[in-house]
């Protein structure tokens, strides 16, 4: 039988790696920021030809940018922790599935222990089995 376990995926901080990592956070914060300015745009469009309270526009355009804003500030955060970060410090950069065999007799405990797929520069360097 097969079952599906999360493996996580680990990158080695490198200046290439730390550089890429930057510039897709200022990527998405650009994105956000051009989501904001749609946004005001379309609100301002709505007041002028719809019949819907210009209260009710106003507020859910205003949580729909706070949203957005938020999301500007947790990238600010990121970006200022890579900063910092030092080169061959480990981070970890998202989960995948991996479909794993289990057969009667199989240790429950060891096909269940964390494994990391370790990635430097984008090219796995090692496999851990914690």
Do not use: P
Not at 6 to 12: A, P, R, S, W
Not at 29 to 49: G, I, P
Not at 63 to 68: D, F, P
Request: neutral net charge.
């Amino acid at each position: 039988m097969k079952i599906i376990k999360k493996v996580k995926v680990k990158q080695i901080i490198t200046e290439k790696s730390k550089k890429a990592l930057f510039e897709r956070f200022n990527y998405h914060k650009m994105r956000l920021e051009q989501e904001c300015q749609q946004l005001l745009f379309e609100q301002r469009k709505m007041n002028n030809k719809t019949a819907f309270s210009k209260q009710d526009i106003a507020q859910k355009f205003h949580e729909e940018i706070e949203l957005r804003k938020d999301k500007i500030k947790a990238i600010d955060f990121k970006m200022e922790q890579l900063e910092i970060l030092a080169i061959g410090s480990e981070i970890l950069e998202n989960e995948v599935e991996a479909l794993v065999e289990v057969e009667e007799g199989t240790h429950w405990s060891k096909l269940m222990n964390d494994e990391a797929i370790i990635l430097k520069d984008d090219i796995v360097v090692r496999i851990d089995k914690e």
